[in-house]
């Protein structure tokens, strides 16, 4: 679909009365600029104090004594589209308005031995859905786009399924906002989350954006695969991925995570879809959960790809603790850990 069209598509669900939102040349829940356009300021505008506070750029920002990096009262907040506006926490306890970066930054994520800590972010509908007309964009919205690009900017790793890939217009990951962007050069961070896409057939284009639109500086994204895999395939995206077989027929995650944690990632944001999700959920490889509940109801028994996880009913039921509520807009943003 050309780009202009995709800048013009509502971002609301079927029924919902359609409001002037800005959408500035948007593509998907999954990417906010097209190529050759700036993201906002970045680290470099921004310096560290002998006494540990940072200044510059974004106003005045300091680390606390956890070395997580907070805006002082004094600081003042630059109106950048999309970016730094607030949410409110309904639970545990109730706040004014926040912003979803540093709420995330605030988040503890210990890895456990031999594995990144995986989260797990995805938008759904009331009643479940989470796909509409085969992608999420219309379950999402600003302030969902907001919390979704927080943790993108906080991860090592975005881990993703081939379908969603192939669905979603899939870009490569954009520089973080300037708060998150800091704390990600202090904590030795690349500047952007590297992705991860799990395909067995390698049905992946090497000259789609994903592919081709990635800074110079950043390495080229990992393409877990099988050793099956056709070879042809494989071959035209070596050039542009770092293509890695882990099992004969199908990916084996438990190993794909011991690959990722041996190049260092500590944490892996797995962007679904629900295929994706399902084995490892079933694995036991997901530690939480964002979930973004949307304010609509689809009908359709949960979308096209059925709900969060497609796959049988699992063994045992998952247990949950709802960790945190933030909302705006009508949205929620549930944050779940596993028990
Ligand atoms: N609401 C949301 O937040 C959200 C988030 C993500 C996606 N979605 C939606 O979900 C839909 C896609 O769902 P999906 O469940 O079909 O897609 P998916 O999980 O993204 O992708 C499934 C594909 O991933 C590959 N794959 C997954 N596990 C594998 C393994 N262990 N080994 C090898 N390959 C593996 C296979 O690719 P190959 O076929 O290439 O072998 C498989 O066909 C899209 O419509 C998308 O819009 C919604």
């Known amino acids: 679909m050309a780009e202009a069209q995709v800048e013009d598509r509502p971002q609301t669900l079927p029924g919902e009365v359609?409001?002037?939102?800005?959408?500035?040349?948007?593509?998907?829940?999954?990417?906010?600029?097209?190529?050759?356009q700036s993201p906002p300021a970045t680290e470099g505008n921004l310096?560290?104090?002998?006494?540990?506070?940072?200044?510059?750029?974004?106003?005045?920002?300091?680390?606390?004594?956890?070395g997580l990096l907070h805006r002082t009262p004094s600081g003042r907040r630059r109106p950048t589209e999309g970016y730094g506006r607030r949410v409110r926490r309904i639970h545990p306890e109730p706040t004014g308005d926040i912003d979803p970066a540093e709420v995330v930054l605030d988040d503890d994520r210990q890895a456990p031995p031999g594995?990144?800590?995986?989260?797990m972010n995805m938008v759904a509908s009331v009643d479940g859905a989470t796909t509409v007309g085969g992608r999420s964009e219309k379950l999402s919205g600003p302030a969902d786009r907001r919390v979704f690009r927080a943790l993108r900017g906080s991860v090592d790793m975005i881990?993703?399924?081939?379908?969603?890939?192939r669905a979603e217009d899939y870009r490569p990951p954009r520089t973080p906002e300037d708060t998150i962007?800091?704390?990600?050069?202090?904590?030795?961070?690349?500047?952007?989350?590297r992705?991860?896409?799990?395909?067995?057939s390698l049905d992946l284009d090497p000259e789609a954006p994903l592919f081709a639109d990635r800074e110079s500086t950043d390495p080229p994204p990992i393409v877990a695969t099988v050793t099956t895999a056709p070879a042809e395939r494989r071959a035209r995206l070596e050039p542009v991925a770092e293509v890695v077989a882990c099992g004969e027929t199908c990916v084996d995650l438990t190993g794909l995570l011991a690959v990722l944690d041996d190049i260092g990632a500590r944490t892996v944001l797995c962007e679904g879809g629900p295929d994706l999700n399902h084995q490892l959920v079933a694995a036991g490889l997901v530690d939480e959960l964002c979930i973004t509940v949307s304010p609509g109801l689809t009908g359709g028994g949960g979308g096209d790809y059925g709900s969060l996880l497609a796959g049988p009913p699992l063994s045992a039921t998952t247990r949950l603790s709802l960790d945190r509520v933030l909302t705006e807009d009508g949205f929620l943003f549930c944050r779940y850990l596993v028990s």
């Open 18 to 36: 359609v409001r002037s939102v800005p959408t500035p040349n948007r593509t998907s829940r999954y990417d906010g600029f097209l190529p050759g």
């Open 47 to 66: 310096r560290m104090l002998p006494c540990g506070q940072i200044e510059g750029g974004v106003g005045d920002l300091a680390v606390d004594e956890r």
């Open 181 to 193: 962007a800091t704390k990600r050069s202090i904590d030795g961070q690349d500047a952007r989350p």
């Open 115 to 119: 594995r990144p800590w995986v989260l």
């Open 195 to 200: 992705l991860v896409v799990v395909s067995a």
């Open 159 to 165: 881990l993703v399924g081939a379908g969603t890939v």
